[in-house]
């Protein structure tokens, strides 16, 4: 496996990370456990500020909330200067519980609700990335009942889908988010938000998927954005002064992915918006960018417990861990795949390839399907890396398995950043009616 961020094989043989023994950590916290390296974190968040140049002043980066949020981790964000993206009540309510900078705070979603919206406004956010018309009107409706201005993002569909080793443009596209450009959807939103009260015009976006290695899918964003600030410039006289090209920055989970440095697609970036900006006449905007996978995806790992073992001669040998699908769902999602590591025997040589699986009641409750490792026992403790993005914020607890707690490590501490999900909680919610009580 590929050592991430602060990873070493100790003296012992034994995986540490952020200082930490990491069968220590699971001894004392228990498995399944989210361990996530703060130095990494930290590192990642400062290698896209200073790319970018948010210091001259030419970028934001906005950290998409939706791949890890927890209260410690807004507070990671704020204080390495990144702003937020949140998507729901409930990240915005995690984030102002955080006492995260409310200016810095963009709120996207393609069905924000009434009550969403008010608590937005409630809170002064910094940014609406509006999604449809149906929003725009009711927050022009909200905003001006409150006697508020709400800072406006529209998000278009661009025509541009990125993939991970191609990308393909389309004049008709099939999402659901946003408004189309092709169809003329996102001149008419920019026409009707010129004459609503309470918006005030801040500039577009677009996303262009998730997992993105080539650079070329964001140049031509590019363009077809500030083409479209050129349009709308000239229909209506809005100017579009913040460009904000979404996340997708993609990382490495196993061999097979080539990550580029985040300064290549920094440069690709700012040069092109520099040069259409130019060649089309526009003010330059300040860019936008908003990664998650990248800033958390590579300081997140999981570590288990082996479990049984069983081996089908001539097919597979099967290693089940303590967890699975409930909290990890990409591999059985998407196929994702990942590396894996014993921690109590990080030094010794691949012997073996087996198929970890999980302990849900699923056959596609698979986490690696081929892991080459030395002879696996139980007992071991199993670590898979770069599960920081979107492992913990798609868990579930399926078949009743409480949620893994969490940890962040640096220089050799840990500091529990989310409980372990015990049985009370998972009957927290519960209401039995009276006529089902138990008479027996
Ligand atoms: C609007 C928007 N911004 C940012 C992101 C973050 O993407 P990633 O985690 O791939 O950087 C997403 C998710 O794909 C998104 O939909
Ligand atoms: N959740 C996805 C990415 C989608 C990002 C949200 N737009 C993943 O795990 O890769």
New binding site residues.
């Given amino acids: 496996m590929h050592l991430q961020g602060t990873m070493q094989v100790n003296a012992q043989g034994r995986l540490t990370i952020g200082g930490c023994d990491v069968v220590e950590l699971a001894r004392e916290f228990g498995t399944p456990l989210y361990i996530f390296d703060e130095d990494c974190i930290r590192n990642n968040c400062r290698e896209f500020y200073r790319a970018f140049g948010v210091k001259e002043g030419l970028a934001k980066v906005i950290y ?1 909330g ?2 890890f949020l927890t209260t410690a981790m807004c507070r990671i964000i704020a204080s390495e200067g990144l702003g937020l ?1 949140v998507v729901s009540g409930g990240e915005l309510y995690t984030a102002l519980a955080a006492g995260f900078p409310v200016e810095n705070i963009y709120f ?1 979603g393609n069905n924000k609700s009434y009550a969403e919206l008010c608590q937005a406004l409630e809170a002064g956010i910094g940014r609406f990335v509006v999604d449809n018309f149906a929003e725009l009107e009711l927050l022009s409706r909200l905003s001006t009942e409150r006697g508020q201005v709400a800072r406006v993002i529209l998000r278009v569909t661009p025509g541009i889908e990125a993939h991970t080793h191609h990308y393909i443009r389309t004049g008709q596209i099939d999402s659901k ?1 946003g408004f189309t450009l092709p169809n003329g959807q996102a001149m008419e939103a920019a026409r009707r938000l010129k004459d609503l009260p309470g918006i005030e015009f801040k500039g577009l ?1 677009c ?1 262009i ?3 993105i290695f080539e650079l070329e899918p964001y140049s031509q964003a590019v363009a077809v954005m500030l083409e479209l600030a050129a349009a709308i410039k000239e229909a209506t006289g809005l100017i579009t002064s913040e460009l904000d090209l ?4 993609g990382i490495y989970y196993t061999a097979e992915d080539h990550p580029r440095p985040v300064g290549a697609y920094a440069e690709t970036i700012l040069t092109r918006v520099r040069e259409e900006a130019r060649a089309l006449n526009l003010p330059q905007p300040l860019v936008i960018v ?5 800033i958390i995806g590579p300081a997140g790992s999981t570590a288990y417990t082996v479990g049984t073992i069983k081996e089908i001669p001539g097919v597979r040998k099967y290693v089940a861990v303590d967890g699975g699908m409930a909290d990890n769902i990409r591999p059985a999602l998407y196929g994702a795949k990942y590396e894996a590591i014993l921690a109590n025997k990080a030094n010794l040589p691949a012997t073996e390839t087996v198929a970890i699986t999980g302990k849900c009641c699923e056959s596609g409750d698979m986490l690696i399907w081929e892991a080459d490792l030395p002879r696996v026992e139980a007992g071991d403790i199993l670590v898979i890396s770069c599960t920081g ?2 492992g913990y914020t798609m868990s579930s607890n399926y078949n009743r398995l409480g949620r893994p707690a969490a940890v962040l490590v640096r220089e050799g501490n840990a500091d529990l950043i989310l409980k372990r999900e015990d049985y009370n909680d998972l009957l927290r919610n519960d209401v039995v009616p009276a006529r089902l009580v138990w008479t027996r």
């Fill in positions: 998409a939706k791949a993206d996207h988010f976006h996303h998927g998730s997992q979404g996340g997708g920055f908003e990664p998650g996978r990248a993005a979107y």
